[in-house]
């Protein structure tokens, strides 16, 4: 089974493709590639600080 681990290592997060599998009677892991370093998430904003263009302006 494959999977992505997260580490985070010195307050920084990083990714890592991982494997399970069995030796000796024993279930093992090994880290099969480096994905790199997690991208920080941007918080969204607010509704009210999204500004919509009109898109049906109303005729008078």
Same mark, same amino acid.
């Given at each position: 089974? #494959?999977?992505? /681990?997260?580490?985070?290592?010195? =307050?920084?997060?990083?990714?890592?493709?991982?494997?399970?599998?069995? !030796?000796?009677?024993? #279930?093992?892991? /090994?880290?099969?590639?480096?994905? =790199?370093?997690?991208?920080?998430?941007?918080?969204?904003?607010?509704? !009210?600080?999204?500004?919509?263009?009109?898109?049906?302006?109303?005729?008078?």
């Amino acid at each position: 089974m #494959v999977f992505l /681990r997260r580490k985070t290592i010195k =307050g920084r997060e990083y990714l890592y493709e991982v494997e399970n599998y069995w !030796e000796d009677g024993h #279930v093992r892991q /090994r880290v099969l590639k480096y994905r =790199g370093p997690v991208a920080p998430v941007r918080p969204r904003k607010k509704e !009210e600080e999204k500004q919509k263009p009109e898109t049906n302006p109303k005729k008078t």
